[in-house]
């Protein structure tokens, strides 16, 4: 079976970095990029099993990203894990994306790591990138 597919979405290279390297210990496979343009572009080519994003992206806030993408991809609802230092942001969310995990940095990796299994453990089987034609 193919290693579940995250897109990192963080601006900060040692955190991206960091997290990648974690992740990939729980048997993920990670692509890290550092901004929203980034994101949209590796979202319009590859279909990914779960995003994680750092709601203050420098360039855009992290929320704004995660709406565009569902309302483009909408396969990626229920997929996308936000994290910030301020968990009380953002709670006056679209639909789209209020059921959007917050974990507050900073946080255990195993957190983050049991989030996205249950994540990709509720995707019909039909939709997942390794069962894609």
Not at 24 to 32: A, T, Y
Not at 59 to 81: E, F, K, M, N, Q
Not at 114 to 126: F, K, T, V
């Amino acid at each position: 079976m193919t290693a579940p597919l995250v897109l990192l979405v963080d601006d900060e290279p040692s955190i991206r970095r960091a997290f990648t390297r974690a992740l990939q210990r729980f048997g993920f496979e990670v692509l890290g990029v550092p901004d929203a343009e980034s994101a949209l572009i590796v979202l319009g080519e590859t279909r990914v099993d779960a995003v994680v994003m750092d709601l203050n992206l420098a360039s855009t806030r992290g929320d704004a990203l995660a709406l565009a993408a569902i309302r483009r991809w909408p396969y990626l609802r229920g997929r996308i894990v936000m994290m910030s230092g301020d968990v009380s942001a953002g709670r006056e969310w679209p639909e789209e994306i209020s059921e959007c995990p917050l974990l507050g940095k900073p946080f255990p990796i195993e957190a983050l790591a049991e989030r996205l299994r249950a994540l990709i453990d509720q995707q019909a089987p039909a939709v997942r990138r390794h069962e894609q034609a």
